[in-house]
């Protein structure tokens, strides 16, 4: 039997969106600063509360949410994006994975729905094999053009792009296994910043 590890509903998605239009990104993407005081009053300018540390900072929204600040280990790494978990399913067997699939979708479009009225239509969306599939605004994470084509990852995609070159990319996707080993299905809400020039130990580090 699959297990439904996050659900939140599209009304929550609006409200953790509309807070992280109003966050000024530009301060974020240099980074976290090091050190407990700082990083509590960092956060606290984004209305944010620090949480833990793993391959960035996780913190807690305004709106109760938890926020992955994504940024290779060590102090002052710069953050290159930042990503809420919209829904989340784990199959208990293998033969559950089209059901994951199939609710995933479903939950995909009633989300896509909810944010195209808050953002107009997305720029690209559609599915991995999809034609003029665009290159995700974080490549180390989804492999390149060949390795998403074979693993269906990101399975589906809406991305918003803006002219401004420190605004974030905006992306909605959906990543489902719907066989074999770890079948299940997470629904992500993303904004993606500048790649960090010089991550260590190589490009795309866990980010």
């Known amino acids: 039997m699959a297990s439904v590890i996050a659900d939140h509903p599209p009304q929550e998605l609006a409200a953790e969106l509309a807070g992280l239009l109003r966050v000024d990104w530009r301060a974020v993407w240099p980074g976290v600063p090091d050190g407990g005081a700082g990083r509590e009053e960092w ?14 900072l996780w913190v807690r929204t ?24 919209v829904w989340k399913a784990a199959a208990g067997a293998a033969s559950d994975g089209e059901a994951v699939l199939a609710a995933g979708l ?6 896509l ?17 999809g034609p003029d599939f665009p290159d995700p605004p974080a490549p180390g994470r989804w492999g390149d053009a060949d390795e998403r084509r ?50 260590l130990g190589g490009p795309g580090w866990l980010l």
């Open 113 to 129: 729905a909810r944010m195209t009225a808050a953002l107009g239509a997305p720029g690209w969306e559609g599915a991995w094999d």
């Open 62 to 85: 305004p709106q109760g949410g938890r926020l992955h600040l994504a940024a290779s280990p060590g102090p002052g790494r710069p953050v290159t994006r930042a990503s809420y978990v």
């Open 150 to 199: 074979e693993l269906r990852a990101p399975y589906r995609l809406a991305q918003w792009r803006y002219p401004h070159p420190l605004a974030p990319v905006i992306v909605l996707a959906l990543e489902c296994r719907d066989a074999g080993y770890a079948a299940g299905g997470t629904i992500t809400l993303t904004f993606h910043g500048p790649p960090d020039p010089n991550p």
């Open 106 to 111: 479903d939950r995909y479009a009633a989300h």
């Open 43 to 56: 956060c606290a300018g984004f209305g944010w509360r620090p949480l833990w540390s793993q391959s960035g």
